[in-house]
């Protein structure tokens, strides 16, 4: 294991998940952030199916800064009950994994 995450964000279009993006990446919550523009989500929501374009935004970190950045995420976002999930990095090459934990809060 890495002690990397990958973080997985929609937000409801391209310039949201960027600004979202790129907050959690100045506050140094997360080291990089890619915005996915034409997601289509469907989802229950209220008794019915939903269906709405929007955008993915992934982000990398450590898993000790997951809480925070949640929570910053979910100060940030316009969405009521916005997804913010993440999974585990099980392998990445050691520059890149070195990079990220250099560009997150706490550093190395």
């Known amino acids: 294991m890495t002690g990397l995450i990958s973080v997985y964000i929609t937000a409801p279009d391209a ?3 960027e600004g979202l993006g790129r907050a959690l990446v100045e506050e140094r919550l997360a080291a990089c952030a890619n915005v996915l523009p ?3 989500s469907l989802y229950r929501w209220e008794g019915a199916v939903q269906r709405e374009q929007e ?3 992934l982000l990398k970190t450590r898993a000790e800064l ?3 950045l949640a929570a910053r995420a979910r100060a940030l976002h316009t969405s009521q009950l ?4 993440a999974w585990p990095i099980v392998a990445a090459s050691a520059d890149y994994a070195a990079w990220v934990r250099a560009q997150t809060a706490g550093g190395s």
């Open 38 to 40: 034409g997601a289509v």
């Open 55 to 57: 955008a993915v935004l």
């Open 82 to 85: 916005p997804c913010v999930v």
């Open 66 to 68: 997951f809480e925070a």
């Open 15 to 17: 310039a949201a998940a």
